[in-house]
């Protein structure tokens, strides 16, 4: 026989377990309805706030119980990382000035200022490639090109020496042989118009569309931009679909839309099709590698889906 | 390692330097107003309100007492480290670059720029103990290079001043008669201005950064070039650990380029290298545009970095960084 009020179980973590009034017992007996006004405060009839101390990795839990604002009695774990900070063991001198009084604009500084905060981000040294691996590259389509390359009969075609089935264009051991075909698609465009700006005279000021080594991006909103990061995908095999091609194309970077073109009389592919990318860099990439590519027995052309291509 | 980030300023940072206990930090920038903090929290202490324009350097004694600092607005002031309060102007006739106390703080060496009709040049005040008994005359006034002087250091046991500016070419002075004594290769030597200068713990040795995106190393004594650390971006800011053999070069690209090309936030790093390889360590990421001023800490156990983008970033190194093998 409880003689007490019942609450039901809280919301947040676990469940009170009631089975056990004896506690509250004695205290319940003084404790009478007709006395008891909406917010008295009940907290003696919560279990103690636990601290469960800092373990080894630093973890520390406080269980609380409190009443939330139906009236239910709920239980709280509060779970934290105590991280230590660095400390310089500091010398006599160190720990008086430790105990100086502020001065300057840091007088006023009141606790919640936010001057100074450590990061969230976790910051590593970061150690540099391998030699052999370009920093820009990405690791994923190198891993599945070469899976890719495993799978069929593939012809690596270098464009810059000729030489096939030995490395891609961009691992040319003869690069300096034959200059880049495109390696900014902007930047002859960018830089004619950008020679009036930097003609003018040094730290003349040019918009950032019209300054040398700019990227034509700026300005436009999200769905032209795709349209301006179209690819056109020719030479494709009759029974080529729009999946395959995204398959083909992901690695590269995110790819907003697939399309390959049907006849609609005899449900294959027309043998072309056309590929959005988000970011145009990940397009171009997407060029340089898979034009030429050999998939399906066919070797594909992938080329800018408008000549324009700016 | 969880660097802290200190955003005590509206502009970018020029400068950082710790104090020879390693205890505060003291940071300049172009805000007009040096601040201190301490070096284990990043705990703002205070600052130094006083110059009327950006402040490009500043110098602390070995006790912790006097600060020096360098501005645009034609002054270099002394200040009581513990109070903020001024303790003496020095006037020039155009803005005061670089500041460096010499060993014992009885003298400093401050650079000022051309400005009008007036050349860069070399001065090297006397700092009196008592700040009542300062005076404004210089012991030596050094002319010579062309263009900007970024940066002038004393040399060991203050017989000689090292200088680096724009015209890429690092001479040393004898400090007493100001006769240039050496300069460096021009071969060999940096190709563009030189943006910082940064000496070794023992002064045998010293790092110099410049917009040639290479960074190299020289003996103080004969001028001889050492070693050479290339990076890809301009080098705005180098710093030499005084524990392990590692420099450090921080750079970017010009501000006005930042925004045209890929930005990622927080992409600036602070590139490590092993000073007797050569070779790159590893870079540490995080600012939001160029770093402008390393530091490492006389300990050699942190180091901060401050950047275009106003942050002072303190970063405090894992135990794993000491263990780095190539």
């Known amino acids: 026989?409880?003689?007490?009020?019942?609450?039901?179980?809280?919301?947040?973590?676990?469940?009170i377990d009631k089975s056990d009034p004896n506690p509250n017992q004695s205290k319940a007996s003084k404790f009478r309805w007709g006395e008891l006004e909406e917010d008295d405060n009940l907290d003696f009839l919560l279990p103690p706030k636990e601290v469960i101390g800092t373990d080894e990795n630093g973890i520390k839990k406080v269980i609380e119980y409190k009443f939330n604002d139906e009236g239910n009695k709920v239980k709280i774990t509060t779970t934290t990382r105590v991280r230590k900070l660095a400390k310089a063991r500091l010398n006599r001198r160190a720990v008086e000035r430790r105990n100086w009084e502020k001065f300057g604009d840091a007088v006023h500084e009141y606790v919640g200022s936010r001057l100074t905060m450590v990061s969230t981000e976790e910051i590593i040294l970061e150690r540099p490639r391998a030699p052999g691996m370009k920093a820009e590259e990405i690791k994923v389509p190198g891993d599945s090109l070469a899976q890719l390359s495993k799978g069929g009969a593939v012809l690596m075609v270098c464009r810059t020496c000729g030489k096939k089935g030995d490395h891609w264009t961009s691992k040319c051991p003869y690069k300096d042989l034959a200059a880049p075909v495109e390696t900014f698609?902007?930047?002859?465009?960018?830089?004619?118009?950008?020679?009036?700006?930097?003609?003018?005279?040094?730290?003349?000021?040019?918009?950032?569309?019209?300054?040398?080594?700019?990227e034509r991006t700026a300005g436009s909103d999200m769905r032209r931009r795709n349209d301006e990061n179209s690819v056109r995908v020719t030479n494709l095999s009759e029974d080529t679909r729009e999946p395959d091609l995204l398959e083909l194309?992901?690695?590269?970077?995110?790819?907003?839309?697939?399309?390959?073109?049907?006849?609609?009389?005899?449900?294959?592919?027309?043998?072309?099709?056309?590929?959005?990318?988000?970011?145009?860099?990940?397009?171009?990439?997407?060029?340089?590698?898979?034009?030429?590519?050999?998939?399906?027995?066919?070797?594909?052309?992938?080329?800018?889906?408008?000549?324009?291509?700016? | 390692?969880?660097?802290?980030?200190?955003?005590?300023?509206?502009?970018?940072?020029?400068?950082?330097?710790?104090?020879?206990?390693?205890?505060?930090?003291?940071?300049?920038?172009?805000?007009?107003?040096?601040?201190?903090?301490?070096?284990?929290?990043?705990?703002?202490?205070?600052?130094?309100?006083?110059?009327?324009?950006?402040?490009?350097?500043?110098?602390?004694?070995?006790?912790?007492?006097?600060?020096?600092?360098?501005?645009?607005?034609?002054?270099?002031?002394?200040?009581?480290?513990?109070?903020?309060?001024?303790?003496?102007?020095?006037?020039?006739?155009?803005?005061?670059?670089?500041?460096?106390f010499s060993v014992g703080d009885k003298l400093a060496v401050i650079t000022t720029d051309p400005f009008m009709e007036l050349t860069s040049a070399i001065h090297v005040k006397r700092i009196a103990?008592?700040?009542?008994?300062?005076?404004?005359?210089?012991?030596?006034?050094?002319?010579?290079?062309?263009?900007?002087?970024?940066?002038?250091?004393?040399?060991?046991l203050n017989r000689t001043i090292v200088s680096a500016g724009e015209d890429a070419v690092i001479r040393i002075w004898d400090s007493e008669t100001g006769k240039l004594l050496r300069e460096a290769?021009?071969?060999?030597?940096?190709?563009?201005?030189?943006?910082?200068?940064?000496?070794?713990?023992?002064?045998?040795?010293?790092?110099?950064?410049?917009?040639?995106?290479?960074?190299?190393l020289w003996d103080t004594r004969s001028l001889t070039l050492i070693k050479t650390y290339v990076t890809e971006r301009p080098v705005n800011a180098v710093a030499m650990s005084p524990l392990l053999d590692h420099v450090v070069l921080g750079g970017g690209q010009d501000a006005s380029a930042v925004t045209t090309t890929d930005h990622r936030a927080g992409k600036f790093e602070a590139k490590f290298f092993d000073k007797i390889l050569q070779?790159?360590?590893?870079?540490?990421?995080?600012?939001?545009?160029?770093?402008?001023?390393?530091?490492?800490?006389?300990?050699?156990?942190?180091?901060?970095?401050?950047?275009?983008?106003?942050?002072?970033?303190?970063?405090?190194?894992?135990?794993?960084?000491?263990?780095?093998?190539?």
Not at chain 1, 1 to 15: A, C, D, E, I, K
């Open chain 2, 185 to 216: 290769d021009k071969e060999s030597g940096h190709k563009k201005t030189i943006t910082s200068l940064t000496k070794s713990a023992d002064g045998s040795h010293f790092l110099t950064g410049s917009l040639d995106k290479s960074a190299k």
């Open chain 2, 279 to 326: 070779e790159e360590i590893g870079g540490v990421k995080g600012h939001f545009g160029p770093i402008n001023a390393l530091a490492f800490n006389p300990d050699g156990k942190s180091f901060s970095s401050g950047g275009e983008d106003g942050y002072v970033r303190l970063h405090h190194f894992d135990p794993d960084y000491f263990n780095i093998k190539i």
């Open chain 1, 185 to 214: 698609v902007d930047k002859p465009v960018a830089s004619e118009a950008s020679v009036a700006a930097s003609g003018s005279g040094k730290g003349a000021y040019g918009p950032p569309s019209m300054r040398a080594g700019a």
């Open chain 2, 129 to 156: 103990r008592d700040p009542t008994e300062q005076t404004e005359e210089s012991e030596l006034v050094i002319k010579g290079p062309q263009g900007r002087i970024n940066r002038a250091v004393w040399g060991p």
């Open chain 1, 1 to 15: 026989m409880y003689g007490v009020v019942h609450f039901t179980t809280g919301s947040l973590n676990m469940p």
């Open chain 1, 249 to 310: 194309f992901r690695p590269f970077g995110a790819v907003t839309r697939v399309y390959v073109a049907m006849d609609q009389k005899t449900g294959t592919s027309r043998g072309f099709g056309f590929v959005n990318f988000v970011n145009r860099e990940d397009a171009q990439r997407a060029i340089n590698k898979l034009n030429g590519y050999g998939y399906d027995n066919l070797i594909l052309r992938v080329k800018w889906a408008t000549p324009r291509a700016n």
């Open chain 2, 1 to 100: 390692m969880r660097p802290i980030l200190m955003k005590g300023h509206e502009r970018p940072l020029t400068f950082l330097k710790y104090n020879r206990d390693g205890d505060l930090l003291f940071s300049c920038a172009k805000d007009h107003t040096p601040t201190v903090w301490f070096a284990d929290n990043g705990e703002r202490l205070g600052t130094y309100r006083g110059h009327n324009g950006a402040v490009w350097s500043c110098d602390v004694s070995r006790d912790s007492m006097r600060l020096i600092t360098g501005s645009a607005d034609q002054t270099v002031k002394l200040w009581n480290v513990q109070t903020g309060a001024q303790l003496y102007t020095f006037n020039f006739g155009s803005p005061a670059r670089s500041v460096d």
